[in-house]
């Protein structure tokens, strides 16, 4: 099989989509697929997208594959194309765009991205919440949900470690993911604030997505009064993670919306806590007081309220971190998640 994967940018990019897509190339082609990148440049414009749909050389290519795996962030330079080839085409959906747009913009862009969404031939959905999505635009099948894995490294911990780490002072948080406004962290930082009990917060991730909100978060550290608790690490290595996360305890990413949270799943490979918000998929996989903690978005008082006892009973942090790693444990790999992507690909191709 010959399989033509589409999408804006970089592939090597540091979001949790990109590392979806580098997971899935990799793993097609260690069974043995023909997998080629197409890289199209990100394009905002509409009127740019659509001269892409119209004569991209790279989509002019489109029939000389098997099968197109369409990173759907992508549709704004794809809907024509496609609907030019015979060539199939599944759309790999990581999240839907519109719903993040807003005034007379939201309405333009529901009616672009259901057009493409409506002339594909299949889906893969990294989680129940992002096919919910889906299907109110149109019929979601035939699809696979195929969950992002947080097997990427190992970090080399077990339970008598997770226990031992849980009673050293003070709490320790990372947060982890591009500092953009979506994923919250203005609002973890005021809920950290609130707490009674010593703790700090590395935030690791991108720096430059969002230049005008990390201003606005330096300006929260400052008027909070907590720079010397709050380091902002930026992007650093994955041995630089994996160390990060050894020290930690909690994994917070309170996103306004989060489609799946690769990040929380790997903090919990480590035996980390993790604390999400219940906007999206983190609940098909943190049970709220078990493995994690969940609490509404843009809530700060509820971060707050769910912390504090797990900063101060540190017996309860240990035995949820060990239930964190646990349930990490039985989620698919990345291995079997390649497989669901697959036998996806067989079906629309056979």
């Excluded at 809920?191 to 201003?215: F, I, K, M, N």
């Excluded at 604390?275 to 509404?296: I, K, M, R, Y």
């Amino acid at each position: 099989m010959r399989v033509g994967l589409v999408l804006y940018g970089d592939i090597d990019g540091r979001s949790g989509g990109f590392l979806y897509d580098r997971e899935i190339v990799r793993r097609l082609r260690a069974r043995g697929v023909v997998v080629e990148v197409l890289s199209l440049p990100w394009r905002e414009q509409l009127s740019t997208a659509i001269a892409d749909d119209l004569r991209s050389p790279q989509l002019e290519r489109g029939d000389e594959f098997d099968v197109l795996l369409q990173d759907e962030l992508a549709h704004r330079s794809l809907t024509l194309t496609n609907r030019r080839l015979d060539t199939p085409t599944v759309a790999l959906v990581h999240m839907l765009r519109w719903p993040t747009c807003s005034g007379p913009e939201r309405r333009v862009a529901r009616a672009i991205e259901r057009g493409y969404l409506t002339g594909v031939d299949g889906f893969v959905f990294n989680s129940r919440a992002t096919k919910r999505a889906v299907a109110g635009v149109t019929d979601p099948s035939p699809s696979v949900v195929a969950y992002p894995a947080g097997d990427r490294f190992d970090v080399g911990i077990d339970a008598e470690t997770i226990r031992s780490r849980a009673h050293a002072d003070p709490l320790r948080v990372v947060f982890l993911g591009n500092v953009i406004r979506r994923k919250g962290l203005d609002t973890l930082l005021d809920g950290l604030a609130r707490l009674r009990s010593p703790w700090r917060l590395t935030v690791v991730g991108d720096l430059g997505v969002e230049p005008d909100y990390v201003r606005e978060i330096r300006g929260l550290i400052e008027r909070l009064g907590v720079r010397d608790r709050v380091a902002l690490a930026g992007g650093v290595s994955d041995e630089a993670l994996v160390d990060v996360l050894r020290e930690s305890h909690v994994i917070a990413l309170p996103s306004r919306y989060e489609p799946f949270g690769i990040a929380l799943l790997e903090g919990m490979c480590a035996g980390l806590v993790p604390l999400a918000t219940t906007a999206g998929g983190p609940p098909e996989f943190v049970g709220h007081g078990e493995n994690g903690l969940l609490v509404p978005p843009e809530e700060p008082t509820a971060i707050t309220r769910v912390l504090d006892p797990i900063a101060t009973d540190r017996d309860r942090l240990a035995a949820m971190g060990v239930a964190a790693h646990e349930r990490a444990g039985e989620h698919p790999s990345w291995a079997e998640t390649a497989d669901r992507v697959h036998g996806l690909l067989r079906r629309v191709v056979g």
